[in-house]
């Protein structure tokens, strides 16, 4: 049996906003094994981000608030720990690299100086050698000139470049647990396939990571399992090869169906319809209802459970 690194049971985070109150989060259970790579995947707006700003207590509070459930990390209840011990894990034990590196970024300090200064929180090292693994790393990441770079100031580096000096801050203290949020979205596909390796590398060595992304081609090419949410939930969960040769659920269909093909040209690609509803407008029942063509009452009315569906896969939805 594979060992857990991350287990999270039933997570509720609520925002209050002037607008009321509502539930970004709904009621999230999964698992993260030893080596493992899981793929968090759905729309913009479905919770991904919160869900991963929760494993590192980082909501803003207020206006957000975890109301519920347990997010154990090598057993131990993250949500009961208190700041100072919540800082020993961070940027050590659980990495993350941001979806905003411009928001992560300080302004005012040369990119070398956080980089040192993020490695020597976490470990015991010369400044001199934590300079050095810092350049080496830009290098890793592909950042042509490191050892000019690491002066650089980050308005001075490109969008691109800011992503990758957030995923070698991330990797270079050797993490249990990565969490990468949209790791590849403003890097080309030549550096894209040069992070993949990289994080691969980090699998070998069992290293634990959730890849947050909506891109169903980073989902097939790094995860070994996927979980997918729509609308604060998770609908559907089970091996990659499982929920891209059969998918269950009505939301996974049409996520997999708006993917290209090689041999479709000219074909109009199917598009999910609708949108997505307003987390203060959710429909009673089931959450992908107004959008799902294989609705009937009972979507309507009662809300699915997630439940076992046979081959370690679970799914939300009644028709199953």
Same mark, same amino acid.
């Given at each position: 049996?594979?060992?857990?690194?991350?287990?999270?049971?039933?997570?509720?985070?609520?925002?209050?906003?002037?607008?009321?109150?509502?539930?970004?989060?709904?009621?999230?259970?999964?698992?993260?094994?030893?080596?493992?790579?899981?793929?968090?995947?759905?729309?913009?707006?479905?919770?991904?981000?919160?869900?991963?700003?929760? *494993?590192?207590?980082?909501?803003?509070?207020?206006?957000?608030?975890?109301?519920?459930?347990?997010?154990?990390?090598?057993?131990?209840?993250?949500?009961?720990?208190?700041?100072?011990?919540?800082?020993?894990?961070?940027?050590? #034990?659980?990495?993350?690299?941001?979806?905003?590196?411009?928001?992560?970024?300080?302004?005012?300090?040369?990119?070398?100086?956080?980089?040192?200064?993020?490695?020597?929180?976490?470990? @015991?090292?010369? #400044?001199?050698?934590?300079?050095?693994?810092?350049?080496?790393?830009?290098?890793?990441?592909?950042?042509?000139?490191?050892?000019?770079?690491?002066?650089?100031?980050?308005?001075?580096?490109?969008?691109?470049?800011?992503?990758?000096?957030?995923?070698?801050?991330?990797?270079?203290?050797?993490?249990?647990?990565?969490?990468?949020?949209?790791?590849?979205?403003?890097?080309?596909?030549?550096?894209?396939?040069?992070?993949?390796?990289? *994080?691969?590398?980090?699998?070998?060595?069992?290293?634990?990571?959730?890849?947050?992304?909506?891109?169903?081609?980073?989902?097939?090419?790094? !995860?070994?399992?996927?979980?997918?949410?729509?609308?604060?939930?998770?609908?559907?969960?089970?091996?990659?090869?499982?929920?891209?040769?059969?998918?269950?659920?009505?939301?996974? @269909?049409?996520?997999?169906?708006?993917?290209?093909?090689?041999? !479709?040209?000219?074909?109009?690609?199917?598009?999910?319809?609708?949108?997505?509803?307003?987390?203060?407008?959710?429909?009673?029942? !089931?959450?992908?209802?107004?959008?799902?063509?294989?609705?009937?009452?009972?979507?309507?009315?009662?809300?699915?459970?997630? #439940?076992?569906?046979? @081959?370690?896969?679970?799914?939300?939805?009644?028709?199953?």
């Amino acid at each position: 049996m594979v060992e857990k690194i991350l287990d999270i049971n039933d997570l509720t985070v609520t925002f209050e906003t002037d607008e009321g109150v509502f539930n970004a989060v709904d009621h999230v259970s999964f698992d993260i094994g030893k080596g493992e790579i899981v793929g968090l995947v759905g729309e913009s707006g479905c919770g991904k981000t919160v869900t991963a700003l929760s *494993i590192t207590r980082l909501i803003p509070s207020p206006p957000g608030r975890i109301a519920s459930g347990k997010i154990l990390f090598k057993g131990e209840d993250l949500l009961q720990l208190g700041i100072k011990e919540m800082r020993r894990i961070r940027g050590r #034990k659980i990495s993350m690299i941001f979806q905003e590196p411009s928001a992560a970024l300080s302004p005012l300090h040369r990119i070398g100086n956080q980089m040192v200064e993020t490695i020597r929180m976490h470990q @015991k090292i010369s #400044k001199k050698k934590a300079w050095k693994l810092s350049e080496e790393w830009l290098g890793k990441v592909g950042i042509p000139d490191a050892k000019e770079r690491m002066f650089a100031l980050p308005y001075q580096l490109s969008g691109g470049m800011q992503q990758r000096v957030m995923i070698s801050m991330a990797m270079m203290t050797e993490p249990d647990l990565l969490i990468a949020d949209e790791p590849t979205t403003a890097l080309d596909v030549t550096i894209q396939m040069q992070i993949f390796e990289l *994080i691969r590398a980090m699998k070998n060595k069992e290293v634990s990571i959730l890849i947050i992304t909506h891109d169903m081609g980073v989902i097939w090419e790094m !995860c070994d399992r996927v979980v997918v949410m729509y609308a604060s939930e998770i609908v559907e969960e089970g091996r990659r090869n499982d929920i891209f040769s059969t998918p269950a659920h009505p939301y996974t @269909k049409g996520l997999l169906n708006s993917i290209p093909k090689l041999g !479709c040209s000219g074909k109009r690609l199917k598009a999910v319809a609708g949108y997505v509803p307003s987390p203060y407008n959710y429909p009673t029942g !089931c959450h992908f209802y107004d959008r799902c063509e294989f609705a009937f009452k009972r979507c309507k009315e009662e809300k699915p459970v997630l #439940k076992d569906i046979g @081959k370690n896969r679970k799914a939300a939805c009644f028709l199953l």
